[in-house]
């Protein structure tokens, strides 16, 4: 069984910055594509950033595009996601995701572990 443990929410002014972390357990990190979602409250889950067993390969939605940072360290077994110039818009509930699969996945379907979630409030 895989555990995963976020941290690193908390609140921030618009147009700050926060690093959230995610680390797993168990000795298969380095195989799986990792991801982040984030939730907001009356709406679904949806992807924010995905990224490759190796790290070579990631993906953003749009709406973060070049102010989110999605990186990994395979041998702390940890993910990350640098947030900058967070809006208010980026307030959620941020869950740290593993892939079934190798590759790069972007469908909420394709993970099948999941953190309890932390979070993000930016305020205005």
């Known amino acids: 069984q895989v555990q995963l443990v976020e941290s690193g929410g908390g609140l921030v002014q618009a147009g700050g910055s926060l690093r959230l972390s995610c680390t797993a357990s168990?000795?298969?990190?380095?195989?799986?594509?990792m991801g982040w979602f984030r939730q907001a409250p009356g709406k679904e889950r949806v992807i924010v950033a995905a990224i490759s067993p190796s790290g070579s390969v990631t993906y953003y939605a749009e709406s973060v595009k070049g102010r989110f940072t999605i990186s990994r360290d395979n041998a702390k077994n940890t993910v990350y996601l640098q947030m900058n110039s967070l809006k208010p818009e980026d307030t959620a509930i941020y869950y740290c995701a593993r892939s079934q699969y190798g590759g790069t996945a972007v469908l909420t379907s394709d993970y099948n572990y999941w953190g309890q979630g932390t979070q993000v409030t930016v305020s205005s």
């Open positions: 168990g000795r298969t990190f380095s195989s799986y594509g």
